[in-house]
Nanobody, 124 residues
Framework: QLQASGGGLVQAGGSLRLSCAAS????????MGWFRQAPGKEREFVSAISWSGGSTVYADSVKGRFTISRDNAQNTVYLQMNSLKPEDTAVYYC???????????????????WGQGTQVTVSS
């Protein structure tokens, strides 16, 4: 199971840190990703991180503002979100993939486990 938390209401330019705690899986063997879905839009990729945390990838829309990290000892993945914009408003989901980290890590289809989502609202 994946339990996401840390969402909330923040003004534009502010910051939030999302957390996703994993249980029931060998966390260190999973690529972890963050996705988001805004009302009326499809779910979109935000970021992914390799097993060790040594490799990361970001959507162009968040590059330079968001940082993904993981703590394998705590079975937790994080998403630090800075310089938030109203267009970042969405439900954010964490996900776990057993496949090797690579060029396909942005695809939702490679993720087997999903968290319940946490709402992020950025006001202008």
């Amino acid at each position: 199971q994946l339990q996401a938390s840390g969402g909330g209401l923040v003004q534009a330019g502010g910051s939030l840190r999302l957390s996703c705690a994993a249980s029931g899986l060998t966390f260190r063997y999973y690529v972890m990703g963050w996705f988001r879905q805004a009302p009326g839009k499809e779910r979109e990729f935000v970021s992914a991180i390799s097993w060790s945390g040594g490799s990361t990838v970001y959507a162009d829309s968040v590059k330079g503002r968001f940082t993904i990290s993981r703590d394998n000892a705590q079975n937790t993945v994080y998403l630090q979100m800075n310089s938030l914009k109203p267009e970042d408003t969405a439900v954010y989901y964490c996900a776990a993939s057993p496949q090797s980290y690579g060029s396909g890590s942005y695809r939702p289809q490679v993720y087997d486990y999903w968290g319940q989502g946490t709402q992020v609202t950025v006001s202008s």
